[in-house]
């Protein structure tokens, strides 16, 4: 019933630039906050960028000066942009949304489905 819808993902060059965008849909009543995971290959699953409905945000410190999260909130759209690409950053990124669901009372997780980004030369 809820969906998040992810695009943007690709291969660039170190030091290039990419815009990661997840839209959500469905029967929502309001969203908590949303944000960025990542997951390489053989590595867990990492936070990297959250943006509460009030505002606040938070980097892990590796992407901080680099990547910035931001929303739309007429189209439900989260974007995480991505300055400084380095190798390390290579991963299959992940939207995650804290959200109420119409009709009822629980907060739950919601994912997209990954989108593959790769720094390489």
């Known amino acids: 019933q809820v969906q998040l819808v992810e695009s943007g993902g690709g291969l660039v060059q170190p030091g290039g630039s990419l815009r990661l965008s997840c839209t959500a849909s469905?029967?929502?009543?309001?969203?908590?906050?949303m944000g960025w995971y990542r997951q390489a290959p053989g590595k867990q699953r990492e936070l990297v960028a959250t943006?509460?409905?009030?505002?606040?945000?938070h980097y892990v410190d590796s992407v901080k000066g680099r990547f910035t999260i931001s929303r739309d909130d007429a189209k439900k759209t989260v974007y995480l942009q991505m300055n400084s690409l380095k190798p390390e950053d290579t991963a299959v990124y992940y939207c995650?949304?804290?959200?109420?669901?119409?009709?009822?009372?629980?907060?739950?997780?919601?994912w997209g489905q990954g989108t593959q980004v790769t720094v390489s030369s």
């Open positions: 995650n949304a804290d959200l109420l669901v119409e009709g009822t009372r629980d907060l739950l997780d919601y």
């Open positions: 469905g029967s929502i009543f309001s969203i908590n906050a």
């Open positions: 943006l509460t409905s009030g505002g606040s945000t």
